[in-house]
């Protein structure tokens, strides 16, 4: 079984300033990790995927995540951010196998200010 | 690429009655779907898992009389919501995995989901 933790429930950050959002993952074997993000009332938008070979890995919207063994992590990240930004990021963790199921974590809720 | 037409995108039932949710995937064929449910301001909880032929595998604790899964065809899978109550008030996302796909190639699709409300 496998595990998801996002520490933060909440980051507040300024339009443009630099932010990352942390997950740290449990598992007992090899994984693929995902991050996606939730606009209000709407489905799950894959932002970026780690299934293997470099470590750091670039998504849409100019999002980049990088994949630590070592420290079990997968912490995303955005050097610039815009309002639009503001949204509900899940990172989600499954087996390396062809078909093993998606596991969530809580979630974190980006506000971007002006 | 890929998409997932979730259908209705909101509903509201009286209590004792039943909704369907449909899950359709338009341009690839998908041999399993995924049901989620997700409370406000928390994460997507799995339900079920679908394969197309065959019986839903439940998660422990989702009713499997209470919600009812079809998925007849390669492209379509049903949510039914029996005998809905106030409790069942909730998001329900479904989410599409490409047939054929795995190892490398990982193709999870979400629903734009279904708010349903139970009055």
């Known amino acids: 079984a496998q595990s998801v933790t996002q520490l933060d429930s909440q980051v507040p950050v300024f339009e443009e300033a630099p932010v990352e959002l942390r997950c740290n993952y449990s598992?007992?074997?090899?994984?693929?990790l995902f991050w996606y993000v939730q606009y209000p009332n709407q489905g799950l938008q894959l932002l970026l995927k780690?299934?293997?070979?470099?470590?750091l890995v670039k998504g849409i919207n100019g999002f980049e995540a990088e994949f630590n063994k070592s420290q079990t992590s997968f912490h995303l990240r955005k050097p610039s951010v815009h309002i639009s930004d503001t949204a509900e990021y899940f990172c989600a963790v499954s087996q390396n196998s062809g078909y093993s199921t998606l596991t969530f974590g809580k979630g974190t809720m980006l506000l971007v200010s002006p | 690429g890929a998409v997932v037409s979730q259908h209705p995108s909101w509903v509201i039932c009286k209590s004792g009655t039943s909704v369907k949710i449909e899950c359709r995937s338009l341009?690839?064929?998908?041999?399993?779907m995924f049901w989620y449910r997700q409370f406000p301001k928390q994460s997507l909880m799995l339900m079920a898992t679908?394969?197309?032929?065959?019986?839903?595998?439940?998660e422990q604790g989702v009713e499997k009389d209470k919600f009812l899964i079809n998925h007849a065809s390669l492209t379509l899978s049903t949510l039914t919501v029996t005998s809905a109550h106030p409790e069942d008030s909730s998001f329900y996302i479904c989410?599409?995995?490409?047939?054929?796909?795995?190892?490398?190639?990982?193709?999870?699709?979400f629903g734009s989901g279904t708010r349903l409300t139970v009055v």
């Open positions: 780690y299934l293997s070979g470099s470590t």
């Open positions: 598992s007992s074997v090899s994984v693929y």
């Open positions: 341009d690839f064929q998908a041999t399993t």
């Open positions: 679908s394969n197309e032929g065959s019986k839903a595998t439940y």
């Open positions: 989410s599409a995995r490409e047939s054929g796909t795995g190892g490398g190639n990982y193709g999870y699709t």
